[in-house]
């Protein structure tokens, strides 16, 4: 056996051993929603909007072990409740366990597509696969038993494909993402804004989605949970100096956003999409720290990509990493930072800020030189 072979083994079973211990030693995660989800899409007597319906509704029909303390609706769109159906043929820990397992394969995956856009070979691409495993908000997606790896894989995939010249491909996978969370929309919107081939890419897989019987309660569940109460630091200063702002909050963010991408003309998509995320965590009205998962896209392109490796930048990218994604002791444990509180919230509109900057920049600096 060589040695490469063996090292993937190693690293398959630890994979598979960390997972078993995210699964029985995690409690109150999101995984007993996805499980009931699953078992109710595979149950004959049910209908696909019983997706919809509050577990302690159905009176914990499918005998789930793990209790939640927050009672959560499922957000997701029918066809991203037929992906987890297979969940329900495996015991409720082995499933678990699955889940967690597949998050990491997937993280370790678009981590290694990211450095790939970023034109980094070698033994690089293993110490930065290596050093984005310390990234906090991938921790907290693995011991929550979240989904937000494999939707930083769809969308890792649709950059690549973007600058592999498949438009329309990239469009469909970002549509795949926003079946599960609706903010890839955002992202696609924006590398749309260069190519409208990757948005009717997109509108034909999302808008096929809504064949599937039981889809538009997706969008009544949707609004219903968006019009709660939001805790996120800038909503709540905006509601206390008028409660107006908080609908032009998220406005302005996409105004500005889309603007500078249309103005600069920059057509480095994985440049514009890692502009896009921290835009999109910023107009969100409800934030989860896992969310920030997929800044490791932001923060893996930027670092690793020769053409923007300035002190300057580089700087700025460590101390912002550092506030926002690696492990270090919290007010009550290393994983608890929902609310997303207000050094993280002004970290993160710093990043933007940054980005916005140096695409502007790039566009002035080529502008000049076309006209000299």
């Not at 678009?110 to 930065?128: D, E, H, K, M």
């Not at 907290?140 to 690549?160: D, E, K, M, R, S």
Request: proline residues 6%; glycine residues 4%.
């Amino acid at each position: 056996m060589s040695w490469k072979l063996l090292i993937v083994a190693v690293a398959f079973a630890t994979s598979i051993f960390v997972s078993a211990i995210f699964s029985y030693r995690g409690h109150n995660t999101d995984f007993p929603l996805y499980y009931y989800v699953a078992s109710t899409i595979l149950d004959p007597q049910a209908s696909n909007e019983d997706v919809y319906r509050y577990i302690e509704d159905r009176g914990n029909k499918y005998s789930i072990p793990e209790k939640k303390e927050v009672k959560d609706p499922f957000l997701y769109s029918i066809p991203a409740a037929y992906f987890l159906a297979p969940l329900a043929l495996m015991p409720y820990y082995m499933a678990k366990t699955t889940m967690i397992f597949l998050n990491m394969v997937a993280y370790l995956c678009a981590v290694l597509l990211i450095l790939q856009l970023a034109n980094v070979s070698g033994r690089w691409i293993v110490r930065g696969m290596a050093i984005s495993c310390l990234w906090l908000p991938f921790l907290h997606t693995l011991g929550y038993a979240q989904i937000n790896a494999l939707i930083l894989l769809l969308v890792a995939l649709a950059v690549l494909a973007v600058t592999r010249g498949y438009l329309f491909l990239c469009g469909a996978l970002f549509a795949l993402a926003s079946l599960f969370k609706l903010f890839p929309l955002a992202i696609a919107l924006v590398l749309g804004l260069r190519n409208r081939r990757v948005l009717v890419g997109f509108s034909v897989v999302f808008g096929a989605s809504f064949l599937v019987p039981g889809s538009t309660k997706w969008i009544s569940t949707m609004s219903n949970f968006v019009s709660e109460e939001v805790s996120l630091p800038a909503y709540l200063w905006l509601k206390a100096v008028n409660p107006d702002l908080v609908f032009l909050y998220p406005v302005l963010i996409g105004t500005v956003t889309a603007l500078i991408t249309i103005i600069a003309k920059d057509d480095d998509y994985p440049l514009l999409a890692s502009f896009a995320i921290p835009a999109v965590f910023l107009a969100m009205p409800r934030l989860g720290y896992y969310h920030l998962t997929l800044l490791v896209f932001t923060y893996g392109y930027l670092f690793a990509s020769n053409k923007y490796r300035n002190r300057p930048l580089m700087g700025f990218l460590f101390f912002s990493a550092v506030v926002l994604g690696f492990p270090r002791p919290g007010p009550v444990n290393p994983w608890i930072f929902d609310p997303i509180p207000t050094p993280m919230y002004f970290t993160l509109f710093s990043l933007w800020v940054v980005i916005a900057l140096l695409i502007s920049i790039r566009s002035f600096s080529r502008n000049s030189a076309c006209l000299a």
